[in-house]
Every structure is written in C-alpha cells, then in structure tokens.
Nanobody, 120 residues
Framework: QVQLVESGGGLVLAGGSLKLGCIVS?????????IGWDRQAPGKQRELVAD???????NYVDSVKGRFTVSRDTVKNTLSLQMNSLKPEDTAVYYC?????????????WGQGTQVTVSS
C-alpha cells in the first residue's frame, strides 16, 4: 500500500521560510515516474509546484523558481521542499505527489496535504 505523509506546514510572515517534508512508503523512488509537490489555493485549481523525475531532472513552476528547492533522499524515501522568500500568493494546501507508470498509463498517489499560510 503506497502512503505519502506530509509535514512542516504552518503560518509564516511574508519573506519567511518553511520546509515541507514527505515520507513515502510502500514503493521505492526507482519505480516512480516522478515525485514532487502540488498545491491548491482556495478557489483555484491544483497546480504543480515542483517535481523530480526518475532520472533526477527537476521541474519548477515559474512562480517559485529561485525561491523554492525540491530534493529527495532515495535511501530514506523522503522528499523535501524548502520554501524561501514566501509570498502571500504561496498560501495553499501543499500535497506530496508520486506518479507511477502502470501499463501504458500511470497512477497518481497523493498525501493528505499540509496547509501553508503566508501573511502579509
């Protein structure tokens, strides 16, 4: 059974920093297509924040480039998101997401989400 458990959300002032963590169990990173973070702000669609492919390529949404850093530990099966210079528009529920190939398609796995609130 694949499980993703996030931690590290909270309330921070604009310009501050937070670090999110995700523990992945039931599957190894080597069997994943991608591992990363999505977020969903109130009234908005869920969007990709950052992800890492099996081969280590990293992708960021333009709005967080230069401020956020995603990293993984393939031994501990953990994922992190260091968020610096936070802005009120970064306020959202952040979800750890893993994508596994399955036949000709794929399966998405999500954590329960962790709230990040940035006050101005």
């Amino acid at each position: 059974q694949v499980q993703l458990v996030e931690s590290g959300g909270g309330l921070v002032l604009a310009g501050g920093s937070l670090k999110l963590g995700c523990i992945v169990s039931g599957i190894t990173f080597s069997s994943l297509k991608t591992i990363g973070w999505d977020r969903q702000a109130p009234g908005k669609q869920r969007e990709l924040v950052a992800d890492i492919t099996t081969f280590g390529s990293i992708n960021y949404v333009d709005s967080v480039k230069g401020r956020f850093t995603v990293s993984r530990d393939t031994v501990k099966n953990t994922l992190s998101l260091q968020m610096n210079s936070l802005k009120p528009e970064d306020t959202a529920v952040y979800y750890c997401k893993a994508v596994r190939t399955h036949g000709v398609g794929w399966i998405d796995y999500w954590g329960q989400g962790t709230q990040v609130t940035v006050s101005s």
